[in-house]
């Protein structure tokens, strides 16, 4: 065997030896490749059903939100409502005792007024008849003097 041949040979078993583990590396390495892919892919799977659960759990959130919000609200309302109503009985009890209390003066300035016309009619009735028992006292006296029985002191 010449020189050439056997370079020739030795390379072809170098080339058997590079080429099978070649293919054998590749077919592994495809596979682990492959494997990392399916990996990603089920992980960015994962990915999207975590942010869709997200998403549904902020949504949940917000509804609840929304429910606690409008609770509050009617709640709010109906208090409102009954402050509101309370508020207009005490206005109506109010107005009442003041009407009642208008009514009680008025009644009380009326007794007050009767009382006073009555006690200047008794003293106008009474001045009057002490100005004219005075004034006939001083026309009997003015006339016992004139006709001289009594003289005056």
Not at 138 to 150: C, I
């Amino acid at each position: 065997m010449n020189k050439k041949e056997q370079a020739e040979k030795a390379a072809s078993r170098a080339e058997e030896t590079v080429v099978e583990p070649a293919a054998d590396t590749t077919e592994r390495a495809g596979n682990y490749i492959a494997e990392l892919l399916s990996q990603a892919e089920n992980a960015y799977t994962m990915y999207r059903q975590a942010q869709k659960e997200v998403a549904r759990g902020y949504k949940t959130q917000e509804q609840e939100m929304e429910k606690a919000y409008k609770e509050a609200e009617k709640r709010a309302n109906e208090a409102y409502d009954r402050a509101q109503e309370k508020a207009r009985k005490v206005l109506a009890q109010a107005e009442q005792q003041v009407e009642e209390t208008y009514r009680k003066a008025i009644e009380k300035g009326r007794e007050a007024y009767r009382q006073s016309m009555s006690e200047a009619v008794k003293s106008r009735k009474d001045t009057v008849e002490q100005g004219w028992k005075k004034c006939s006292e001083a026309r009997e006296q003015a006339w016992s003097v004139f006709q001289g029985e009594r003289v005056t002191q």
